[in-house]
């Protein structure tokens, strides 16, 4: 019994140590936000917060056009996140539950697709927006990551073992075409699947530096990781003003994090009903 109890301790308090190793580097952020760049400098750390940090947004105001730039981001993130559910969520249940010619070998090369680097695509990704006409505008950052591999692949996964087959033939039965079973056979049971997806490609996208880079020419179209590099000096950096406007950044996604969380649990519930 004392041994039971001595290894729930134990396991509680690694639990406590975890979680404060992981949330002390936000907490760093939080607090290097409200002080200024010498602070940052200073031995001791400064581990509590400071006065300076209503100067510092309104600095990151003055040099960037930060609203401008999260609209684009939040314009550009949930375009790419609601077609990237709508498609990646076609093919993952057409791969799941229906035969079709060719279907192994399709789900292969999907595979395969997943093993190559993103930046080996960069080049022939731009020639093809050039060629277009989409450089400089949204479509460049929309189209091009509407659908992925991943996405495919996780939906098939969660598909394959969550929609019972028996249901579709019900549905069958019933009249229902592919896209009737897809509406309301299927989705109904994904959601768990979509607050994962949605979640993971909206912060991928939300995050996204290099490709917008590449392809943006003009700033009213800047996207919020493009505006905040702008903070960055030539010659020094007032790394208490970046910190700040990273800390702006970050916030919409721990406000997204929080609000699909129920699903997130939900996820794991399914998961372990079924196992």
Request: a neutral charge; aromatic letters at 18%; charged letters at 10%.
């Amino acid at each position: 019994m004392m041994q039971a109890k001595t290894r729930t301790v134990l396991l509680y308090a690694g639990l406590l140590a975890g979680m404060i190793i992981s949330m002390f580097p936000f907490y760093w952020l939080m607090v290097m936000s409200t002080r200024t760049t010498s602070d940052i400098y200073h031995f001791p750390p400064q581990l509590w917060f400071g006065g300076q940090f209503w100067d510092n947004i309104s600095r990151v105001m003055q040099q960037i056009d930060f609203a401008g730039a999260f609209f684009n981001t939040l314009f550009v993130a949930g375009s790419v996140t609601l077609l990237v559910l709508f498609f990646d969520s076609l093919a993952g249940f057409a791969f799941a539950k229906f035969d079709f010619p060719g279907k192994k070998a399709l789900f292969i090369v999907l595979l395969a697709t997943m093993m190559v680097p993103s930046q080996l695509s960069l080049v022939p990704s731009f020639v093809m927006m050039a060629t277009f006409g989409w450089v400089g505008t949204f479509k460049a950052l929309i189209i091009p990551g509407m659908v992925n591999a991943f996405g495919i692949f996780w939906i098939r996964q969660y598909a394959e073992e969550s929609i019972p087959s028996e249901l579709l033939d019900a549905g069958r039965m019933d009249g229902c075409g592919f896209f009737r079973l897809y509406w309301n056979v299927a989705l109904p049971i994904l959601r768990p699947a979509f607050a994962f997806l949605g979640a993971f490609t909206f912060i991928g996208a939300w995050n996204d530096y290099l490709w917008p880079l590449i392809v943006l020419t003009d700033e009213r179209k800047f996207t919020l990781q493009i505006a905040l590099s702008q903070l960055n000096g030539i010659y020094n950096t007032d790394y208490a003003m970046v910190i700040s406007g990273t800390l702006l950044a970050v916030l919409p996604l721990i406000i997204l994090f929080l609000f699909i969380s129920r699903q997130f649990i939900s996820d794991i519930a399914a998961g372990a009903v079924k196992d």
